[in-house]
């Protein structure tokens, strides 16, 4: 009986009943193999990031216009608006828009940084989801990364002189906002038509 069992375990032990891999990504590793999230997104931000924000965004007017309980986690939208107030009252920087008919109240706010907050844009991209990811601690690499790319790529050249007056013409991500929140915008794309004086 003892050889019996001792036969047995020696069996198991030698066994892996799995294996653990990561899966393939695009790019995404560094020289060592370890993930690598800013080169992740660089690999797909021109290929996939912006032509899904491009082509997938719905307009935020009609977004507004819903039911704002029957919105998505995270979506990509769309739109034009006249910038009420700039405020840099924090690191996560805020252009408060009024849209079209223009009635002089903020109807969502674009978040200008330095600091991005949330993971908006991660999870309104529909190729980018937990499962192709070793870990949370990758899948939040990857929407600091992609905040991070926002920053350096459309908003760390904006001048904050100026906007008020001015047209925001936009296409990012949102999050669902809490009930009463104000709606904020991850800005993929951003241009703002100066009011001359």
């Given amino acids: 009986m003892s050889r019996a069992w001792l036969a047995a375990s020696l069996l198991l032990s030698s066994c ?3 294996t653990v891999r990561p899966i393939e990504k695009d790019g995404g ?3 060592d193999g370890a993930f690598d999230a800013n080169a992740y997104v660089e690999s797909i931000w021109d290929s996939k990031v912006t032509p899904a924000v491009a082509t997938g965004a719905a307009d935020l007017a009609g977004w507004l216009r819903g039911r ?3 919105l998505p986690a995270a979506f990509l939208v769309k739109g034009a608006g006249r910038v009420l107030r700039v ?3 924090s690191r996560t920087g805020l252009l408060l828009i009024d849209l079209a008919p223009y009635d002089g109240r903020a109807d969502a706010a674009l ?3 330095p600091v991005l907050r949330g993971t908006a844009l991660r ?3 529909p190729f980018i989801q937990f499962s192709q990811f070793v870990n949370q601690l990758e899948f939040a690499r990857v929407g600091n990364a992609l905040n991070d790319r926002v920053w350096k790529t459309t908003l760390a050249a904006l001048s904050k002189e100026g906007l008020v007056g001015g047209l925001a013409t936009f296409a990012g991500a949102a999050s669902r906002p809490a009930a009463n929140g104000m709606l904020e915008i991850v800005p993929v794309q951003l241009t703002v ?3 001359s004086r």
């Fill in 29 to 31: 590793e560094s020289k």
């Fill in 16 to 18: 892996v009943p799995w």
């Fill in 123 to 125: 999870d309104a991209l």
């Fill in 193 to 195: 038509t100066r009011v």
């Fill in 87 to 89: 405020d840099t009252t």
């Fill in 111 to 113: 978040q200008i940084g």
């Fill in 68 to 70: 704002r309980e029957d």
